[in-house]
Nanobody, 113 residues
Framework: EVQLVESGGGLVQPGGSLKLSCAASGFTFSNSIMKWFRQAPGKGLEWVSTINRGSTMTAYTDFAKGRFTVSRDNAKNTLYLQMNNLKPEDTAVYYC??????RGQGTQVTVSS
């Protein structure tokens, strides 16, 4: 059974940073393209970033470019999202997902002063 457990969310002031983690199990993590999504209050699910199996290719949505960095550690079966210069509009539940879009339960990120 695929399991994805996100962590690292919390309350941060505008301009601050957070690093999200996603612990994966139940599938061969190193063979899977991985993604991050987010869902803000009252809005739909929004793609944030994708990373390929060997970390040689990454992609970001426009709002994440230059501020967010996706990475992975295949030895630890863990996906990461480093988020810098956070803005109030980044407030959302953040989810990691497999290449077939199976998601975890999410971790709440709140950016507020």
């Amino acid at each position: 059974e695929v399991q994805l457990v996100e962590s690292g969310g919390g309350l941060v002031q505008p301009g601050g940073s957070l690093k999200l983690s996603c612990a994966a199990s139940g599938f061969t993590f190193s063979n899977s393209i991985m993604k991050w999504f987010r869902q803000a209050p009252g809005k739909g699910l929004e793609w944030v970033s994708t990373i390929n199996r060997g970390s040689t290719m990454t992609a970001y949505t426009d709002f994440a470019k230059g501020r967010f960095t996706v990475s992975r550690d295949n030895a630890k079966n863990t996906l990461y999202l480093q988020m810098n210069n956070l803005k109030p509009e980044d407030t959302a539940v953040y989810y990691c997902a497999t290449d077939s879009n199976i998601r975890g339960q999410g971790t709440q990120v709140t950016v507020s002063s």
